[in-house]
Nanobody
Framework: QVQLMESGGGLVQPGGSLRLSCAAS????????MNWYRQAPGKERELVVE???????NYADSVKGRFTISRDNSKNTFYLQMDSLKSEDTAVYYC???????????????WGRGTQVTVAS
């Protein structure tokens, strides 16, 4: 069974940077989709960035130019580099992925448990 685990959250000052990681454990062939979401206190979970195997990547307008998604195939991990952080970026960040389990097209879709990012001076 595949599991996702986020790491890299923490407290950072406005204007600072953090890199979140989402490590996938278990046996699978590839990521079909890699996504990051976030949920601020009192708000609904929102999409931060979605990225497909085909190379399509879409960022929320609020993070365009500041956040970058990337992956390391050798580590079964994808990342969210967050630069020029603002107080409004404070939230729990969740990774979400659709992975290809088998060559017959069987997939698995799941979430990590989240990591807290707090931007404050």
């Amino acid at each position: 069974q595949v599991q996702l685990m986020e790491s890299g959250g923490g407290l950072v000052q406005p204007g600072g940077s953090l890199r979140l990681s989402c490590a996938a454990s278990g046996t699978f062939l590839d990521f079909n989709e890699m996504n990051w979401y976030r949920q601020a206190p009192g708000k609904e979970r929102e999409l931060v960035v979605e990225s497909t195997l085909g190379g399509d990547t879409n960022y929320a307008d609020s993070v365009k130019g500041r956040f970058t998604i990337s992956r390391d195939n050798s580590k079964n991990t994808f990342y969210l580099q967050m630069d020029s952080l603002k107080s409004e970026d404070t939230a729990v960040y969740y990774c979400n992925a659709l992975v290809l389990l088998w060559s017959d097209g069987t997939t698995w879709h799941g979430w990590g448990r989240g990591t807290q990012v707090t931007v404050a001076s």
